[in-house]
Every structure is written in C-alpha cells, then in structure tokens.
C-alpha cells in the first residue's frame, strides 16, 4: 500500500537549533515529493519539491531513494518557523493527487 | 497575487441537511481538488476534478458527496444528508497544470459544523 510517515506529532527546538522533520515514504514508481506549510491560522502553502532542489526559507530535502526518505532540515530554527509541516508525495501511478502525511508541528522557543 | 477563496470560512448545519461549499480557483487554472481534514487527523483527498469532470476521487468521496464547476468559475462541493462525522475542515486547491508538474494552491477552508 502507498503510505508517507511522519513520526513526529511535535517537534520542539530552540531558537538556533538544527531541525530535522522526518518523512518516510511507500509507494511503487517514482513519486514526486513535497513539503506543504501551514502557518497559524494561514493556508496550506507549499514549501518546497525535491524536483527543484531548492532551499527555501533555509528548508532543504533530499530525496533519498534507498531509505525512501525525504526529511525536512534546516540548520538554524527561527522562531517564525513555528508551524505544521506536511509531507506529501505525488505519484505517477495509481492517485493522481497530493497525498499528505500526518504532519509535524514544529514550535521554536525563544 | 490570486489566491483561491473559499465561503463560507464556518458553516453550522443541523444532521441531514445539505450544504454546499463554495470554492473561487485562481482563474486560469485546469485542475481542481477537494481536501478534508478532521480535527486532529490527516489531511485527506477528496476528489480531483479536470476538465469538467472527476477525473479521480477516494473512498471517502461516496454518493453523498457531489461536486460541480456550474459557471466557469466557481468549484462546488455538495454534501447531502450530513452526517455527525461531516465535521471537519475542507480544503479546495487548483493548480495550473497537473500537480505533478505544478503547484497545488490551497484556500483557506471552511469549517464545517454538523450538530
């Protein structure tokens, strides 16, 4: 069965702290994979797509396909990062369609 | 910059009746998506809609669930016959092209209250 995991319900750092948010995936053929962002009381928005290799807001992921693993990491938390983190893999088989995972709240303390 | 907009943001309706959820895609957009989230889960897809027609919709997505683009502009999701667990946030999203390739913008949800 096609499934995105992410571990982490909460993931609570200091400001300046290394963030890593976990992604775990499983799916047949080769998905696309994302990080969507809900800010409070904003919509989702998305963050970043491992096809563009970019690093926004500080954010990258890397695709690794052995531990099918997309992880979320940035070296220095602010506090404005404060919110929910949404992994969500698209596949070019079976749903055509963004399929989210449970989501990580990340809260920065000052 | 255009954004998706849904209405209501909160609706409240009594078990059984029927409500109807009104999303605005950004306007030169192909695909459209109905989410759901209830409160404290996941965010789950609905449907996806293309070219005027469902092209996709999960086991959520069952005949009390209906869904139409009746003028060109706005993006419909009508839920017959409510039900307690109906409660939930929902989401429209569009994107230009097929998500795969494009972004997938979201609207800020409505609120759906059934009691």
């Known amino acids: 069965a096609q499934r995105v995991t992410q571990p982490e319900k909460l993931l609570s750092v200091f400001k300046g702290a290394p963030v890593e948010l976990k992604c775990n995936y499983s799916?047949?053929?080769?998905?696309?994979l994302f990080w969507y962002v809900q800010y409070s009381r904003q919509r989702l928005q998305l963050l970043l797509r491992h096809i563009s290799r970019e690093s926004i807001k500080g954010f990258t992921a890397d695709l690794n396909k052995g531990e099918t693993s997309f992880h979320l990491k940035k070296p220095f938390a602010q506090e404005e990062d404060s919110a929910m983190y949404y992994c969500?893999?698209?596949?070019?088989?079976?749903?055509?369609?963004?399929?989210f995972g449970s989501g990580t709240r990340l809260q920065v303390q000052p | 910059e255009p954004e998706v907009t849904q209405t209501p943001s909160h609706q409240v309706t009594q078990m059984g009746q029927e409500v109807i959820l009104r999303c605005v895609p950004i306007s030169n957009h192909l695909y459209f998506y109905w989410y759901r989230q209830i409160l404290g889960q996941k965010v789950e897809f609905l449907v996806s809609?293309?070219?005027?027609?469902?092209?996709?919709k999960s086991e959520i997505f069952d005949d009390q669930f209906s869904v139409e683009r009746p003028d060109g502009s706005n993006f419909t999701l009508k839920i017959r016959s409510t039900k307690l667990e109906d409660s939930a946030m929902y989401f429209c999203?569009?994107?230009?092209?097929?998500?795969?390739?494009?972004?997938?913008?979201f609207g800020q949800g409505t609120r759906l209250t059934v009691v």
């Open positions: 969500a893999p698209w596949a070019d088989t079976g749903r055509r369609a963004l399929t």
């Open positions: 799916y047949s053929g080769s998905p696309e």
């Open positions: 809609f293309y070219n005027n027609e469902i092209s996709e």
């Open positions: 999203a569009s994107s230009s092209l097929d998500g795969a390739v494009a972004e997938a913008f």
